[in-house]
Nanobody, 114 residues
């Protein structure tokens, strides 16, 4: 079974940047759709961004222009570059892959303080 592991979360001041990483146990070139979701305390998990093997990428309106997803096929890793972070970006961030169903990583905490 495909496994995903995130890293790179932490504590950052508003306006700062973080890069999250997600490494898969299989080649991500074989995974049609990968992406990131997040869940803030007391809220439902929400879409952040996804990208496909044919380079179709979408972003939630609240991160567009600030966040960027990318993939490194050689490292089986995808990244989420987050710039101009805001306190409302505080959440657990989950890596996602569509592999005959939804696969999730365990999550990594991002905390933005003002």
């Amino acid at each position: 079974q495909v496994q995903l592991v995130e890293s790179g979360g932490g504590l950052v001041q508003a306006g700062g940047s973080l890069t999250l990483s997600c490494t898969a146990s299989v080649s991500i070139s074989t995974i049609r759709t990968v992406g990131w979701y997040r869940q803030a305390p007391g809220k439902q998990r929400e879409f952040v961004t996804t990208t496909t093997t044919d380079d179709r990428t979408g972003y939630a309106h609240f991160v567009e222009g600030r966040f960027s997803i990318s993939r490194d096929i050689d490292r089986n890793t995808m990244y989420l570059l987050m710039n101009n972070l805001k306190p409302e970006d505080t959440a657990v961030y989950y890596c996602y892959a569509d592999v005959d169903g939804d696969i999730w990583g365990p999550g990594t905490q991002v905390t933005v303080f003002s």
